[in-house]
């Protein structure tokens, strides 16, 4: 174990433990609705979402947005899950991962990435309290202590840039305050699944400055057998300690500076393929299928070991007409997955597998971003930003495989440079009219570091780069004093790409050019019957240009970039709550999402075992699938979402409540190409809490269970070599308890 990791684990501890001990009930206070107004008794709070970086009522923006507050977040991570737990809680997003907790591939609207490889691109960005968390190690950085979640959808290249063709996701986590505030929740369930996570504010010198320290621990035992080896409880655990502290300075009121530092010690297990689980000719599971045991002949236990550190420091200053923000972080990580990758053996299988694979991948990286910018203080008829923004990216990602290829090391670096601004004008009383700008500058280049078999260091170098401008339109319209409509056009881009894993495999790197996506969206904002009912929804189309894709597996084993000619996605998103009685809320999301790529020549290679159901050709001697009009890899076709809460009073201090969510699954394409294993339908997970709960907020108590029906859902698939996939998350019972001073 580092220095760091053993510092990490003693910060984390400590912080948890502050967290429990300064919990006393005689500093309990009212708490609101983290994330959102408090409203009038049997009326919906009001939403807060920051996607015009100023704090806005979600009804009064132009967008397609939806959020998760901080209440839902601890119930989807009670049994210790993490990042892809998000996939389908809100319409639109989907979070998938063949990388277990780390590297998760994110998609909104159906456009993401499924490049598994740890220098993999997506049009996802994922942001971190105003930090781009760009690689896909960083992005699976644990979510704790959180004011809130933000999910825009849609390209929102104006204000925050770095690859977002697709849409945002948007973490703000709680911060120091004027007040003492303390936060604590635990569960333990089955499999000795354990999740704490906490945070306390402790103002240092009241109105000048305050401390917060949140932290996380996770934990579960491993679970599942090794039938090959006999041996019990052989992988499917992990220990997962995260924690951040803040230190909030405000010498007057015109003047803020917030240092942050957080980091992540992961210990876990990677992803436990399985060989030969899904049909043939369907996407069944089949008799080799056991949740319970894998048959693993090498892997050397599936470790994934990953430590990150995050630090910031953020700067505002509000002058008479405008506010200056600088915000400056560094972050970094390092660690390694290595797997079973057929999933199985040569002798057992189960089924045929023609040859082994067991490979490791690990990363080496550093991340700098600038960002300023100044923005008009809120009151006027037009409020505008501009800004700048810097990027810098280094990493080294080595491949090595235990028994094929040996050790190669890759090096991938990115400079980008981008300037910004956004008006909006109250062109009438119901009328509001807002257009942004983005210049952007991206280059990357890529290098061997270690000889390949086929290179010696330094070579296979490639250098891309583009520079272009995106541009968003939106007009908002009050039809009524509980109604609105707007209208939102918006040009992004994804910049080029380069991806080098192939170059341990015998063969060169593959370059993906701009992908340039121009989105049309139109929808409506409406809260009604006394704010106790909220519909709000969108329809959207949008074509992209020289999409980006990457052809993954297939016979050949290959991770390769490629352009296709053209791409596009249509569809809606309706998000709705229901305060059927003070006492219940209703909230339901569903989405529709129809994605077609369009390159009538683009081939790509295809399984060893699976049914191909596409045209192929075959091209240097190499059979290959014609995959135009197929769907986008991992577009679910439906989402949909519902949670439930229903609550009795059982005395004046406190309630009896009832508490079940469920998300829904459409049919989903796993690769480029289409085969009949390979793809999944009508996916259903549900979970349910019962417990008491304090009217004040102090104090909450539940017995739980997460994936109630035991539901056996594959969420992914290896298809190289045999008829691989990798399946969710058990069913889990346990107790939890929260506390709020």
Not at 138 to 145: A, Q, V
Not at 280 to 288: H, I, Y
Request: proline share 4%.
């Amino acid at each position: 174990m580092t220095i760091r990791s053993t510092a990490a684990r003693l910060l984390g501890a400590s912080t948890l433990a502050l967290a429990a001990f300064t919990a006393q009930p005689v500093l309990a206070q009212d708490t609101a609705a983290t994330g959102a107004e408090e409203a009038a008794d049997g009326q919906l709070n009001t939403i807060i979402v920051t996607a015009n970086r100023r704090e806005e009522n979600l009804q009064d923006v132009a967008v397609s947005a939806a959020t998760l507050d901080a209440g839902t977040v601890k119930t989807i991570f009670d049994a210790g899950a993490e990042v892809t737990a998000l996939a389908a809680r809100v319409p639109g997003l989907f979070v998938e991962s063949s990388n277990g907790r780390a590297a998760p591939r994110f998609y909104i609207r159906g456009l993401g990435n499924t490049d598994f490889d740890l220098a993999a691109s997506q049009p996802v960005s994922v942001v971190m309290d105003e930090i781009v968390l760009e690689n896909v190690t960083l992005k699976s950085f644990p979510i704790f202590d959180v004011e809130r979640i933000e999910v825009l959808r849609g390209p929102q290249g104006t204000l925050f840039g770095r690859n977002t063709p697709a849409g945002i996701v948007k973490i703000d986590t709680a911060r120091p305050g004027d007040e003492f505030t303390a936060q604590f929740s635990a569960s333990y369930g089955g499999f000795n699944s354990l999740s704490m996570d906490g945070g306390v504010t402790v103002p240092i010198a009241p109105g000048v400055a305050s401390l917060r320290l949140s932290g996380l621990y996770q934990h579960r035992d491993n679970w599942i057998d090794n039938g090959f080896t006999g041996e019990d409880d052989f992988i499917g655990g992990f220990d997962e300690l995260a924690g951040r502290a803040q230190l909030l300075i405000t010498p007057d009121s015109r003047l803020s500076m917030l240092g942050t530092i957080a980091f992540r010690d992961l210990d876990a297990t990677s992803t436990p393929f399985r060989a030969n689980i899904l049909g043939p000719g369907n996407n069944d599971l089949n008799a080799n299928y056991d949740r319970d045991t894998v048959f693993y002949d090498a892997g050397g236990g599936n470790p994934a070991d990953y430590d990150a550190l995050i630090a910031s420091f953020r700067l505002d200053y509000e002058a008479d007409f405008a506010t200056l923000t600088s915000i400056t972080a560094y972050a970094e990580s390092e660690g390694s997955s290595r797997g079973d990758i057929d999933g199985g053996n040569l002798v057992t299988g189960p089924g045929f597998i023609p040859f082994p694979s067991d490979t490791q991948d690990s990363i080496d990286l550093d991340q700098f971003t600038h960002e300023v910018r100044l923005a008009s203080n809120p009151g006027g008829m037009i409020d505008w930003q501009v800004g700048m923004f810097v990027f810098e990216s280094d990493f080294d990602v080595t491949t090595v495989g235990f028994n094929f290829p040996p050790s190669v090391t890759v090096r991938h670096t990115n400079d980008a440079w981008a300037v910004f601004g956004q008006v909006s004008a109250q062109a009438s009383d119901v009328l509001k009219l807002t257009g942004g700008l983005r210049w952007t500058d991206d280059e990357k280049q890529f290098a061997v570091v270690s000889p390949s078999f086929i290179s010696g260091p330094g070579a296979q170098f490639r250098s891309v780069e583009d520079d272009r401008l995106s541009w968003d339109l939106s007009a908002f319209l009050d039809v009524s004093d509980e109604a609105s409509v707007y209208a939102r056009l918006a040009n992004g881009f994804r910049a080029p790409t380069i991806q080098g894993r192939d170059v341990a495999f015998g063969s060169p790197p593959s370059v993906a050019t701009s992908e340039k996506i121009m989105s049309y969206e139109a929808g409506f904002k409406s809260e009604f019957a006394g704010r106790s009912i909220r519909l709000n929804g969108a329809v959207y189309y949008y074509t992209i240009e020289d999409p980006q894709f990457t052809a993954v597996g297939g016979a050949g084993n290959l991770v390769q970039l490629v352009n296709a000619d053209k791409g596009r996605g249509l569809g809606f998103e309706l998000d709705s709550a229901f305060q059927i009685t003070p006492d219940f809320l209703i909230t339901a999301g569903v989405s529709w999402n129809d994605t077609k790529i369009q390159d009538d020549t683009l081939a790509v290679g295809i399984c060893a075992q699976c049914t191909v159901t596409d045209p192929t050709v075959v091209l240097s001697g190499t059979t290959r699938a014609l995959v135009d009009g197929n769907p986008f890899p991992n577009a679910p076709e439906w989402i949909a979402d519902v949670t439930a809460r229903y609550a009795f009073p059982v005395s004046d201090a406190g309630e009896v409540f009832v508490f079940t969510d469920w998300t829904y699954q459409g049919a989903t394409n796993f690769l480029i190409y289409e085969s009949l294993e390979f793809n999944a339908n009508n996916q259903i997970e549900g979970g349910l809490r019962i417990g008491y709960a304090r009217n004040d907020g102090l104090f909450e108590v539940a017995a739980f269970v997460r994936n109630i029906t035991d539901a056996d859902n594959v969420k992914g698939a290896i298809d190289f070599n045999n008829n691989t996939a990798f399946v969710n998350d058990p069913r889990v019972f346990g107790i939890s308890a929260r506390l709020n001073y």
